[in-house]
């Protein structure tokens, strides 16, 4: 990927006397204690605290209305536009601030483990904590990487520098802006480290396209026989659980890049959930936080610093970042052939959706911009009706361009590698939520595998009313009863009512593709 150099006053910057330069783990920790921004856990790892912002700050995002860019991003709610003049005005501003700090942090790495397509970035913090996340969430250069290390993309983190919106020409305190033509990543009013991270995928998913790849939000592993799998799926859909497989490697959990020559993962750590987490359901998440690592949120017993992962009390949204090589079982360096099999999750409410399903390419382009799960709203009013979500691509927030160009990359994908697609319903069977049960996990494992072994590609179907999708009648270990939803409802005329009303979502929510091709809506689409 074609490197650019940075901006002369980021250069001007790097040259004064508070910045310490890749400066190494132990020496990191050591400065998140001496300067109070952490403390040390029974695990070996930091723990910091994000304060008000917990989460990422999607409304204060921007980018840079810049001439090479204008006519290719997707503007809207997620991709806003902000003027050069007003980059330009809070940048100086930002600049200026962080050059009176008694201290700064400086990591250079890479995004993309294809050396052929990695982009060369630097991370400028003003937090010691973050430049440690930077350091495990992004892949770390070997020494001779680092002689000739020069930055395309810059982050200029300064958390606690806020934003006037009055003058600043932003909504709030906070602002995450990205300028394509400076090659900049400007933060600042939040200490959530997530930014940063989630700052750089955006990018990639605007220069890698540009460069025939198809980036995506998935995780990624691969059979000791060199079969790829992706796995699609949005927050509590299983994707976590089902990627991390003992007979399998992990090539990564969350960013992958798709290129000619197979499939690469963006980052070169974890950004784990870590709310619940326990060694009996998730060992290798747990195993992995250890020195090095950053808890982020997450509650500890005053005494002995033990961390209680059931406490949401901060917030829901509790993070361990640790490197890759913290888990055992990856693919290293992080990158593999084409996929043979794609997986996409969906945790089904209504009960609707069969437990797995075989996909046509149509289908998969479908499916894929419709990303579709469902949450349980309202619950703790009582109600219990579930609410259909849908973040196209499964990513949406982090896609600067038109979403139909990442489905028609991969439609194009799945018919050059002959790539093997499924739908797999995690959610409820036997009727919706508050009638119905979860899907068992030893079930969806079953099915997972079989799917990944090849087992299902060419077995007997039964094709679905409604959506039209192709269910294995047999899959091992899965009694056959329960493959087929509309059999595991009492009522079968209840369940074609609630299939009709989950259809009619989908079809409202396509609307908004407006230039997609017939033949993606009439065959990969609900049946009218």
């Known amino acids: 990927m074609k490197t650019v150099s940075v901006s002369s006053e980021i250069v001007e910057l790097l040259n004064g006397s508070n910045i310490t330069m890749q400066p190494s783990v132990p020496l990191l920790v050591e400065k998140v204690l001496n300067r109070q921004e952490g403390v040390l856990t029974a695990t070996g790892a930091v723990r910091a605290e994000t304060g008000k912002y917990t989460g990422r700050s999607p409304k204060d995002k921007f980018i840079v209305e810049e001439p090479s860019v204008k006519n290719k991003i997707d503007w809207g709610p997620v991709n806003e536009p902000i003027s050069v003049e007003v980059f330009d005005q809070l940048y100086t501003k ?25 982009l060369p970035i630097q991370v400028i913090n003003e937090y010691a904590w973050h430049n440690l996340f930077a350091h495990q969430l992004f892949i770390r250069p070997t020494e001779e990487e680092l002689e000739n290390h020069q930055a395309g993309f810059t982050i200029v983190s300064a958390p606690n520098f806020k934003a006037d919106p009055a003058v600043d020409g932003t909504k709030s305190e906070t602002f995450i802006i990205v300028s394509f033509e400076r090659r900049i990543v400007l933060i600042g009013g939040t200490e959530y480290a997530g930014e940063m991270k989630k700052s750089i995928f955006s990018v990639m998913n605007f220069l890698l396209p540009e460069n025939d790849i198809l980036s995506m939000h998935c995780s990624a592993n691969v059979g000791y026989e060199g079969d790829v799998a992706l796995f699609f ?31 690469f993962n963006i980052e070169g750590g974890c950004y784990a959930k870590t709310i619940g987490l326990s060694r009996e359901k998730e060992p290798q998440i747990f195993d992995a936080i250890r020195f090095g690592s950053v808890l982020e949120n997450v509650v500890l017993d005053e005494e002995s ?20 090589q913290a888990i055992d079982n990856i693919v290293d360096p992080s990158v593999a052939g084409h996929p043979n099999t794609i997986i996409f999750l969906t945790a089904d409410a209504f009960g609707v959706l069969p437990p797995i399903s075989k996909l046509s390419k149509e289908q998969a382009m479908y499916h894929f911009l419709s990303g579709y799960t469902s949450k349980l709203a309202g619950t703790e009013r009582g109600v219990t009706s579930p609410e259909a979500t849908f973040s196209t691509c499964f990513g949406s927030p982090f896609l600067p361009l038109e ?25 409820w069977t036997g009727g919706e939520y508050g009638v119905g049960s979860r899907m068992k996990l030893a079930y969806t494992r079953a099915m997972v595998q079989a799917a990944l072994e090849g087992e299902l590609n060419n077995v007997e179907t039964y094709t ?21 939803p509309r ?42």
């Open 305 to 324: 610093r033990v961390p209680d992962y059931n406490d949401n009390s901060l917030t829901e949204n509790t993070r361990a970042a640790y490197p890759l």
């Open 403 to 427: 979403a139909t160009r990442y489905a028609e990359m991969l439609g194009k994908k799945i018919d050059e590698h002959n790539v093997q697609v499924f739908l797999v319903n995690t959610g």
């Open 94 to 118: 930002v600049i200026n601030y962080l050059r009176e700090k008694e201290e700064l942090f400086v990591f250079k790495g890479f995004a993309g483990a294809d050396k052929t397509h990695r």
């Open 464 to 484: 679905t009313k409604t959506f039209g999708l192709q269910i294995p009648l047999h899959v091992p270990g899965v009694p056959d009863d329960v493959l087929i």
């Open 233 to 263: 799926g949005l927050s509590g859909t299983g994707k976590t659980t089902l990627s991390a497989d003992p007979n399998r490697r992990l090539i990564g959990d969350d960013e992958h890049g798709w290129s000619s020559n197979g499939v």
């Open 487 to 528: 059999k595991s409802w009492a009522d079968e005329d209840a369940f074609m009512t609630k299939a009709a009303e989950l259809a009619g979502k989908f079809r409202e929510n396509f609307k908004k593709f407006s230039n997609v091709s017939k033949e993606i809506i009439e065959v990969g689409g609900p049946q009218i």
